[in-house]
């Protein structure tokens, strides 16, 4: 990968942009049923950032795999495969994780999104949605709580596992990421695909219908589900991909948690990072879901803290997703990603829950109210 450095001329802040907007553009649109990204023209908008041609990287791929098994197996000839690599190769040789992360992240929707149209070539949304809805609790669309949720665990996954041998241009490594991150994809979209066949050869697919509104309550202060989703995603965004910080919101919130501000200050910190994207707009959509009428259940002071007491203090749903259910998971991921000094317990847990909670809707409040 030397060799192809020294002839590259890269334009890492441009690059990591472009990055940065496709994966969070395609992330949030991975969220509705039978979107497929459009890849086709990234290849040469990477190579144009890398100041590289085609030939370049055919040429590197011919000697880079020269003598081994690998050069005659398509999977691994792949210009576009190995110009990926070649990106993160660089950010790491520059110790810019999160272009590393980026470009890993771009690498799996690439290999989702070719694996899926090749077997659902013809989508059925309807059938897609309800396939969702009925695979197994442990199929990693479900698990993960959505497709690109999947797709940012399985990234961050390869992430840990391949950083050391793509760093070092490991030939044996690489092959084995190419292989496994190809494989664990097209495992879960085989087993995806085989329930949304079965939902359209049965007929069990759900219908869509469009919500409608009563004549007495006024369209401003309605949250129907298109404006849920969208409002979602914009705050979303602005917490993990602009990095927006609330220090107002976060000094109430861990005031009311008596969350301490040595950890309090790691969470939110933790907090602003591109891979908690779909878990935040699963929570502000569920935060959102049953509110009717925005003045009175947010942005009225006692209204807001009843809902949200409400939302913490539930034991018991018949719901397979839930609000407290999704701040418990984002809780730990953080604490995965995260380190803390020590390992917070059942009651710095639940006060963490807490603060979370306030802090994520105490955000939308303002977002939506101005105070």
């Known amino acids: ?7 590259a001329n890269i334009q890492q802040n441009e690059l990591k942009k472009y990055l940065l907007k496709r994966v969070s553009s395609d992330l949030n649109d991975l969220s509705e049923p039978c979107f497929y990204p459009k890849l086709k023209r990234d290849y040469y908008e990477f190579l144009n950032f890398c100041g590289l041609k085609d030939s370049d990287v055919k040429n590197f791929v011919k000697y880079f795999y020269r003598g081994r098994p690998e050069s005659a197996w398509i999977l691994h000839k792949s210009p576009e495969t190995n110009l990926l690599i070649f990106i993160m190769y660089f950010f790491l040789s520059k110790k810019e994780i999160l272009g590393y992360s980026l470009t890993m992240k771009y690498f799996c929707i690439r290999y989702y999104t070719n694996l899926i149209n090749k077997q659902i070539r013809f989508c059925n949304s309807d059938g897609f949605k309800s396939a969702l809805e ?17 797709i940012i665990f399985m990234s961050s996954e390869m992430e840990k596992k391949y950083i050391a041998g793509i760093a070092s241009q490991n030939k044996e490594k690489i092959s084995a990421f190419i292989v496994e991150s190809r494989t664990r994809i097209s495992r879960s979209i ?14 069990t697919a759900s219908k869509t219908y469009e919500e409608k ?23 979303a965004k602005k917490i993990c991909v602009y990095k927006q910080v609330d220090y107002n919101s976060h000094r109430e919130a861990a005031s009311i948690s008596k969350v301490p501000s040595a950890i309090s200050n790691i969470v939110i910190s933790e907090l602003t990072n591109i891979k908690y994207f779909d878990n935040l707009k699963i929570i502000i959509t569920l935060y959102l879901k049953n509110i009717q009428n925005l003045k009175i259940n947010i942005c009225d002071e006692n209204q807001y803290y009843k809902h949200l007491r409400g939302l913490v203090a539930l034991k018991r749903t018949s719901e397979r997703i839930y609000f407290k259910q999704q701040i418990s998971v984002l809780l730990e991921k953080i604490l995965t990603n995260r380190k803390f000094l020590e390992e917070p ?18 955000f939308i409040k303002k977002t939506l109210c101005g105070k």
């Not at 990968?1 to 002839?7: A, D, F, G, H």
């Open 134 to 150: 009925l695979i197994p609790k442990i199929h990693l669309f479900s698990r993960e709580g959505s497709i690109p949720g999947a």
């Open 345 to 362: 317990n059942t009651r710095e847990k639940f006060n963490i829950i807490l603060f979370l909670s306030i802090y994520i809707t105490l």
């Open 190 to 203: 085989k087993s995806f695909a085989e329930k949304y066949y079965e939902v359209l050869k049965t007929g």
């Open 1 to 7: 990968m030397e060799t192809l450095l020294q002839i």
């Open 213 to 235: 509104t009563s004549d007495e309550e006024s369209p401003e202060e309605l949250v129907p589900i298109a404006a849920q989703t969208r409002f979602s995603e914009e705050i």
